[in-house]
């Protein structure tokens, strides 16, 4: 069992950046892809980073490359999104995901564990 808990969500201003942390729990976090995805009401979840395993190969949505960086530090068991240049329609709940069967990244019936989510607000 893998617990996940994000943190680091909050209102902020359009241009304005935050980082979100996501704590993860397991001897094994290493081995685990992890990704961040985003949700509006009523709409699908959307993938928004993964970083893989020990070697830290990173991937983006398109729409968010360039503003949004994916990192991890193994030896804390955690996993970051900075989300920079922030914009109105970065507004949604955000989710982070542990990937222990490795697979597609981008896509979150391939994750096997879920963090809560944490609420991003970005005011115009």
């Known amino acids: 069992q893998v617990q996940l808990v994000e943190s680091g969500g909050g209102l902020v201003q359009a241009g304005g950046s935050l980082r979100l942390s996501c704590a993860a729990s397991g001897r094994t976090f290493s081995t685990y892809n992890m990704g961040w995805f985003r949700q509006a009401p009523g709409k699908e979840r959307e993938f928004v980073a993964a970083?893989?395993?020990?070697?830290?190969?990173?991937y983006y949505a398109d729409s968010l490359k360039g503003r949004f960086t994916i990192s991890r530090d193994n030896a804390k068991n955690t996993v970051y999104l900075q989300m920079n240049s922030l914009k109105a329609e970065d507004t949604d709940v955000y989710y982070c995901?542990?990937?222990?069967?490795?697979?597609?990244?981008?896509?979150?019936?391939?994750?096997?564990?879920w963090g809560q989510g944490t609420q991003v607000t970005v005011s115009s």
């Open positions: 995901a542990a990937q222990i069967v490795l697979g597609p990244v981008t896509t979150p019936e391939q994750y096997q564990y």
């Open positions: 970083i893989s395993t020990s070697d830290g190969f990173t």
